[in-house]
């Protein structure tokens, strides 16, 4: 007779603590499954068209994100499934006009209709700032940063502006005399570093002057990459983990970056000079009871600086990128400038701002080489709000749970082309219009459009100085990754300085 082995004999010989693990190795697939099938098959938002692995599990979202290619993937996307994609449980993507003023919009008492993701825009630090404020604290925010950014403002400080234009336009006189080579990722760079760090803090960084980036500026590029890992870590609830996840070289520079700014805004806000025409000189003379503390100040000069710099570097490259991609456009564009001034001294923010054609390029560009990517995820508390994005598109019509988290299609912003194209369509001039006004819909929009009035001039004066032409190693300068803004790679150029008669 064949002897059996008791189960129960086998138990005794099994440590409760093996028999946890043993019950999680078996329990946790299943539960991951179990949990995967549910989100892609059964929960409310499973009938939004898009990949169902990605519904399945996130992972495809965050290896693209972290390879720098989650916006050519997003493309593929919704070319695949059309203008509304799911790409997690959670997540939905649009491309349309309509969705984005319904969701980045406001309500009739001035709230946004949608808060911001409160998982992804929790404070950091005890005080806000105006991108992880929520409606009320936005509200006050913006109150008085608004005042640094009005029409007068920008009159007072155009002297300001016109002095690094000057010295911008100066440097490439130089190189172009000499024939060699010059990048104008690069060089824009500079000159809006320079400006917006004049502005903000009453002190420029000084990257026209030596001809090289600042070591600030540097950390700054840093700090926008760590924001991904952060975005990752903070959906799987693993913050406490990300000073562990992040690369040291990244981690020290968001330190220092943050210390540095936060030091050099509190000095400048001691001075109390309110005569010298630049941000702070606004928030200290507007600041009441219903502004800001020193420290929010001090915080939002940080912002300032990464919205007002940066990405104004990013539309001035996009968009000399696809003029000089599309030779007939660049011509029109550099015919009107030439041809609308006697001297290069008429050039000015005003006069600019009267040449229909350059404007409706600069909308063109901003259309196409959108700065803010990843930025503002908000968070659905409102059904019937997103049913009336769904239901006025006319492609779907299913409740969206409250809580449910959605977020534009990043890159294709309120329009159809999603990816960094090089073909140039100059829209017309109602177009434009319509184009400019979606600046007003999405935060830090006040300073992103008030210095894209601002380096106006500096494309008008660089296109009445030079012909440029594009390096071949160039040519697909807009094949680009993407860590929360473009991770640019050098525009090279050759410029030829245009020669006037001078009688």
Not at 219 to 240: C, E, Q
Not at 321 to 339: C, D, G, H, Q, S
Not at 443 to 471: C, H, Q, S
């Amino acid at each position: 007779m064949a002897a059996h082995f008791p189960f129960s004999a086998l138990l005794s010989e099994i440590s409760i603590y093996q028999t946890g693990l043993i019950v999680i190795l078996v329990t946790l697939p299943l539960y991951i499954v179990g949990r995967g099938i549910y989100y892609a098959y059964f929960h409310s938002l499973a009938k939004i068209p898009g990949p169902k692995l990605y519904i399945f599990s996130a992972l495809p979202y965050y290896y693209y994100l972290l390879k720098g290619d989650w916006h050519q993937q997003l493309k593929l996307l919704h070319d695949q499934y059309g203008p509304v994609v799911g790409y997690t449980y959670n997540d939905v993507s649009f491309t349309s006009a309509t969705a984005f003023k319904t969701i980045y919009g406001h309500n009739a008492g001035g709230d946004r209709n949608f808060e911001k993701d409160v998982r992804v825009y929790s404070k950091e630090r005890p005080q806000s700032n105006i991108v992880n404020a929520g409606n009320e604290d936005h509200r006050r925010m913006r109150r008085l940063i608004s005042h640094a950014f009005s029409e007068k403002a920008l009159a007072n400080q155009e002297e300001v502006i016109k002095q690094y234009v000057d010295l911008f336009i100066g440097r490439l006189l130089v190189r172009a005399k000499s024939g060699e080579v010059v990048d104008l990722v690069a060089w824009y760079n500079f000159a809006t570093f320079d400006l917006i760090g004049d502005l903000a803090f009453g002190q420029s960084f000084g990257c026209l002057d030596t001809e090289a980036y600042h070591p600030w500026v540097r950390m700054i590029f840093d700090t926008l990459k760590i924001l991904v890992y952060k975005d990752i870590a903070k959906r799987l609830n693993l913050s406490s983990l990300i000073p562990y996840l992040v690369p040291a070289k990244l981690k020290k520079s968001t330190k220092e970056h943050y210390e540095l700014s936060t030091q050099t805004a509190m000095k400048r806000l001691e001075t109390k000079n309110m005569d010298r025409e630049d941000f702070m000189s606004y928030f200290l003379r507007y600041n009441d009871e219903r502004g800001m503390s020193a420290p929010e100040l001090a915080d939002n000069a940080n912002i300032l600086i990464i919205a007002g710099s940066e990405t104004t570097a990013t539309l001035l490259s996009g968009t000399t990128f696809l003029l000089l991609k599309n030779p007939e456009k660049y011509r029109k564009v550099a015919e009107e400038i030439r041809t609308s001034f006697q001297s290069e001294d008429e050039i000015t923010i005003s006069r600019v701002n009267q040449l229909s054609y350059m404007l409706a390029t600069f909308s063109e560009g901003f259309r196409m080489c959108p700065q803010c990517l990843h930025l503002y995820l908000v968070q659905c508390q409102k059904k019937e709000i997103l049913l009336m994005v769904i239901f006025s598109l006319r492609i779907l019509h299913c409740l969206f749970p409250t809580g449910k988290l959605f977020k534009r299609g990043e890159i294709s912003r309120i329009h159809k082309a999603i990816s960094l194209r090089d073909d140039l369509t100059i829209p017309s001039t109602q177009a434009t219009k319509n184009r400019s006004s979606n600046l007003s819909l999405s935060a830090p929009a006040t300073v992103l459009g008030r210095t894209y009035a601002e380096m106006r001039p500096l494309l008008a004066r660089l296109l009445w100085n030079f012909d440029i032409k594009i390096m071949p190693d160039s040519l697909d300068w807009n094949k680009q990754k993407v860590y929360t803004l473009w991770e640019k790679g050098s525009l090279n150029v050759k410029l030829t300085k245009v020669e006037r008669n001078s009688a």
